[in-house]
């Protein structure tokens, strides 16, 4: 596994967006009875998810939420050097959408701008990747804007994706300061598993035409297009068990840090049964194991920090805290980072609401 490690970096703030419109997985009941509603809710762990409304797109959420970073920060707009945007939903095949937000929230033109296309292991890769180029670029301030609207992708009689996946998008301020300590991140990768979890058309290798919007039973007997998004459950938990305990292993021992030294785990927040699992494994205690996907779902890169923001107010309040965040999935990709947020550092979930939209170039 790849290691890194990044100096003088801190983390000065999350928040997160959320659309207003709120699903509730028992009322699909037009995917199943109520009886099997109740049991795929108890498995899965999720009970309602946020969806976004006709046209609202992954970069309206995030730019609610920088907007809202930046002005209780207090930081001007002329003060962020860089803007890295971690999403698969991008607004445009072209230009990349760190480019648009950058107009739209009125950054300096000496902002550097760019996207990263990964999903569940994003937002470590994001940090690792905004904190290495601020210190490089010899800027002081960094946007990390990471979210996906994932329901985009769904085919509506998908049973086996439809309860899991839920919209949102996060900012995460960084800043170079003297006083901020050591990150160390942990990350890999496997590209023999991507056929297990993909959107295969509607790309250059699947050009878009109408036979890819047309939606046939796949393998696994669900109807779906080219254009949606697949995913193999059964591959997806096997790779998570083969890989992440390993990994979890790996940045302790990197870090120096012993489980006991770790305030929280804020892992990938997949489904309620794999992470139990996952942490009855690798011997997390249960209340050391950050969860909020009860209320969001499955919001793949945004997963991690939005647990963070609805989850850990009241520990960062407290002193500074201990984080090990780990994202694994799509690709298959993992990384993982040992972090010490400091005491005071803002974090937030704000919602969305359908008005709040849509901006076209």
């Avoid at 999350?14 to 009886?35: F, R």
């Avoid at 997806?236 to 021992?253: D, H, K, M, Q, Y």
């Amino acid at each position: 596994m790849a290691v890194g490690r990044v100096s003088g970096v801190a983390v000065a703030g999350i928040y997160a967006c959320v659309p207003a419109q709120v699903v509730d997985n028992a009322s699909m009941t037009a995917l199943a009875s109520p009886a099997e509603l109740q049991k795929v809710i108890k498995g899965i762990g999720i009970e309602r998810r946020r969806v976004v409304s006709e046209g609202q797109c992954t970069s309206d959420l995030a730019q609610v939420a920088a907007e809202q970073l930046l002005a209780d920060l207090g930081w001007p707009s002329e003060s962020v050097n860089l803007i890295v945007f971690v999403s698969q939903t991008g607004d445009y095949r072209l230009p990349a959408t760190a480019c648009v937000l950058q107009e739209r929230l009125g950054l300096s033109k000496g902002c550097a701008a760019f996207d990263l296309n990964l999903g569940c292991s994003g937002y470590v890769y994001g940090l690792w990747v905004a904190s290495q180029l601020l210190n490089s670029l010899g800027g002081a301030r960094a946007l990390l804007l990471v979210g996906d609207t994932s329901t985009s992708l769904l085919a509506p009689e998908d049973r086996s994706v439809q309860f899991l996946f839920g919209d949102a998008a996060t900012a995460t301020a960084l800043e170079r300061r003297s006083d901020a300590g050591e990150t160390t991140f942990v990350l890999g990768t496997d590209g023999s598993g991507a056929s297990h979890l993909i959107v295969p058309g509607g790309g250059a290798r699947n050009k878009l035409d109408n036979q890819s919007l047309s939606r046939q039973p796949g393998r696994d007997g669900h109807p779906r297009a080219a254009v949606n998004l697949f995913m193999d459950g059964p591959q997806v938990f096997n790779f998570t068990l083969r890989e992440v305990p390993g990994l979890i292993s790996a940045l302790l021992a990197e870090a120096k840090w012993s489980m006991e030294q770790v305030d929280k785990f804020v892992f990938h927040q997949a489904n309620g049964y794999l992470l139990d699992y996952l942490r009855k494994r690798t011997k997390i205690p249960a209340e050391q194991m950050v969860l909020a996907l009860k209320d969001y779902g499955n919001t793949s890169s945004a997963s991690i920090p939005l647990a963070i923001a609805d989850r850990l107010a009241g520990d960062f309040a407290a002193g500074p805290t201990r984080l090990l965040l780990a994202g694994f999935g799509v690709g298959w990709s993992w990384a993982a980072a040992a972090i010490t947020i400091a005491q005071g550092t803002p974090t937030r979930v704000i919602e969305a609401p359908p008005s709040a939209v849509p901006r076209v170039a």
